[in-house]
T-cell receptor, first 112, second 108 residues
Framework: NAGVTQTPKFQVLKTGQSMTLQCAQD?????MYWYRQDPGMGLRLIYY???????DKGEVPNGYNVSRLNKREFSLRLESAAPSQTSVYFC???????????FGPGTRLTVT | RKEVEQDPGPFNVPEGATVAFNCTYS??????FFWYRQDCRKEPKLLMS???SGNEDGRFTAQLNRASQYISLLIRDSKLSDSATYLC?????????FGKGTMLLVSP
């Protein structure tokens, strides 16, 4: 049981490049989330998916798109990366009827 | 006013000390409350849930005051391994809102 996995762990992009961050969970959770964490800003919600087939914007969605590919997978796409998107990105899922979120190990993204 | 506010820290304490973290939240419709712990360069992990009646888990005690919209975490007999950032979390429906966290540094 791997929990929540994320790939890649590290990435460096040039401004304007695109990339997709992958997330998968094997706990049969319905809801999945993408956060970014910046120094002094705490964790901020980018997008979430309450169930397969639905996605909703969080606090900071601009510059990102998401896809809930199936119940297990929730990807985050940066179409045209900007230096302001340099951050640590965490994916998480939540157990049904509960509020404990399980986080992946994070992706450290640098945009130059 | 930010939705979830915490003491910015860091808190520097010696081993064996008792330390208390405070958190306030602005949305009175918040439904559930938690403390998460985050080690340096790691993902957050649930430490404990917080109930109005107060709850204890070993050296950790959490308390919720809904009237004051205030949450606390008390750590007794601090250990070196308690050094981490403690995140206050409130939920409403399926959305969790995190405070910025308070860093704790426990020294020998």
């Amino acid at each position: 049981n791997a929990g929540v996995t994320q790939t890649p762990k590290f990435q460096v992009l040039k401004t304007g490049q695109s990339m997709t961050l992958q997330c998968a969970q094997d706990m049969n959770h319905n809801s999945m989330y993408w956060y970014r964490q910046d120094p002094g800003m705490g964790l901020r919600l980018i997008y979430y998916s309450a169930s397969e087939g639905t996605t909703d914007k969080g606090e900071v969605p601009n510059g990102y798109n998401v896809s809930r590919l199936n119940k297990r997978e929730f990807s985050l796409r940066l179409e045209s990366a900007a230096p302001s998107q340099t951050s640590v990105y965490f994916c998480a899922s939540i157990e049904p009827q509960g509020y404990e979120q399980y986080f992946g190990p994070g992706t450290r993204l640098t945009v130059t | 006013r930010k939705e979830v506010e915490q003491d910015p820290g860091p808190f520097n304490v010696p081993e064996g000390a008792t330390v208390a973290f405070n958190c306030t939240y602005s949305n009175s419709a918040s439904q559930s409350f938690f403390w998460y712990r985050q080690d340096c360069r790691k993902e957050p992990k649930l430490l404990m849930s917080v109930y109005s009646s107060g709850n204890e888990d070993g050296r950790f005690t959490a308390q919720l005051n809904r009237a004051s919209q205030y949450i606390s975490l008390l750590i007794r007999d601090s250990k070196l391994s308690d050094s981490a950032t403690y995140l206050c979390v409130v939920t409403r429906y399926s959305t969790l809102t995190f405070g910025k966290g308070t860093m704790l540094l426990v020294s020998p």
